[in-house]
């Protein structure tokens, strides 16, 4: 059988994955292909050796054109990342016939519908399950499997490092930043940590998962977003003496009756027996509720090189056992449906809030009182000395509007008698 | 666009599932097909009416082959179950070129290599995906998804009716007898819960899922079964002081440096701390391990009207999709290579034994010297008195050949001090 031949652009982790991959696998990737798949070149600006890839088995080049323009070519890998110059290379890869598979959430989620198109026009595959979740196939079980389905909900543990550090603070009483100096010195997390703890990474993981399961491409600006920085130690005890467990959580549920979706990713307290309380660690999990199938999860590595590079070849095999067929993939057909974000204050949540505040009676009934204003109802609440003049008070609220809360905090916050805010966290999904 | 067109042999529970979806989700099953889905026809002996089916829709037939025969039918969905008359009318109805769908575990697992062949020949497919674990794609994962994975170990919770019961027995403190007459009274459980609680139903599965992570068509026979009659609450209990739990699990393992392949079903006692520890009451997992995607779990309803459904209508999209590409199901693909089934002696575990001994100095150097004649290294010694005569002795074992466990039990048992072994289990996987 005639080879399809592979070209990747960027010899970073992932690609350095594929590249062993396709070379120590090729027995297994031909029977599953139904054909040989031969890695013809890898274009990278600093290409280094690593240990146990052979590259004198491909053309090395620092020119990404190079493979984009090879009329051998069949399938270009994009593993660099970033939106430029991966747009460029990738549009310029499918107006060339060629297909392609990328990693690149960030591109997806910002341009996704954009070079969709352009893959559709020219009769190629754009695929993309190394995007979400690394080596869990949910980006397949979403366009596939789940396809008789309408979903409902989903939630999920997208980021390793905020799922590291979490997991890390609840075994051990560390801080927040104590963690993740320590992750950071194990290359668990990046020196500008900026785009894992403060959600970027998982909101547009949100966004392509959401764009495919309710067929509407969404824009990352109207994804809420709220990192992790500010969940103490104290927070985590507090939630473990309920039975709970903080998580950092991507959100999205339909309204049935509406075009309404909830897009949302921040941390929740968790009860211990919800399926993704125990994801711990840099594993990943997405929780689906759809229509017909009712609850599944989907749970694995969602990083590392050869678990991200597991589900790059997987996309290869796909494409190369259709590439006779001209068949393009089904997320080519989404986005025809509009769906609306409802906006954050729209959002009914159960509370948890912790304020510091004057150890002197009165303070809960004026707190109480304005919770009572907004139609914030109050389910428990838990008073401690803290110091000589302080209490901390534990609240928890029946479910409520978020702008109701918001407006509520603000307020409480201007009490003469309360110190500060020192936690808000929201208790349901 | 040409609708395609559909015929569905059994309406039981699954059949009146994929007609209620069909009739549902037509127009975003369309969209998914890029084409309607038009159900034909329906073949059913004693055809009752169901709630919220429009039975005017379609045509109700009791002759099977009235469909199979039909040829404006261009995909027959078979869920009637069992090997006869269901073996038949699918190789007539891929001979017929007609794509075939079923949920027909016991089929696949007794004659799949003899289907898929038949499919191959008639470049038609023959999709799966309900046969096993209900709603969880999991035949789409170990087919397409991890493609570029070779399959190392596979645990499974396939049963829901078994793991509903040891659910039950470790919330409660109810016998196995008692959970089995409620299940029956509810409907979970069949009259002749056999295939269900002596791991026929899960071997069947087993039987399917390995022989597609490995490439080759298992004999049913060669895989050891044993069921969970025999679990007492006095083992749940013991787990329970070792912070473990009673799963019935489906278990294959690969050994990588030859072509051997343990499969087995029985109860394991699991650490509460394993992912699979947590699937509870009718829910049913997959664990796998792959070479390159590491370690993936998938959870969701084993079983029920519509998550089986979606799997079979799942399948029916895909088929759809591709309809006119002539494309075959990769699958068809797979039973090239030769492994060898490892013989249950030969597997080492870890084992928690618990015998009934009488309560009298002596008994356990007596016992443990037949382990030590046995080369079974103990572990940890409990002794518990639990009669006036008679004491509970509660082992476990360092990791051992089976065979040579089931040696010692067998002399140990022939000890005039020795009342009955009360259980054996396996706490490895």
New interface residues.
Partial sequence: MKPVNIGIIGFGTIGT?AVR?LQK?ST??E????RPLLLKSVAELNFTQKDGIDSSKFIVTDDALQIINDPEIDIIIELIGGVNPAKSFIETALKNGKHVITANKELIAKHGAELFAIAKENSVNLNF?ASTGG???II??MT???????ILKMYGILNGTTNYILTKMANEPVTFEAVLADAQKLGFAEADPSSDVDGHDIAYKLCILSSIAF?HFFDINDIYREGIRNISQRDIEIAKDYKMVIKMLAIAVADSESDDVELRVHPVMLPV?H?MA?VNGS?NAVFVK????????????GA?E??T??????D???IA??ID???TS?AL?FG?SHKNVVPMGEISSNFYLRFSVVDKPGVLAEISKIFGNNDVSIKMVKQAETGEDTAELNIMTHRVKEKKIQKAVEEIKMLKTVNELSSLLRMSL
Avoid: Q
């Fill in positions: 994955g991959i696998d297994l990737l029977r599953k292909s139904g399950e080596g869990i196939p397949n079980a596939s499997s789940l396809a008789a389905n309408s067929n027996t399926p125990s594993f759809g229509d017909n199938v009712d609850e599944a999860m989907f749970y694995g590595r590392g050869l678990p590079a597991s589900a790059v070849i997987g290869t095999v796909e056992r259709n067929s001209k068949r089904m057909n025809t």
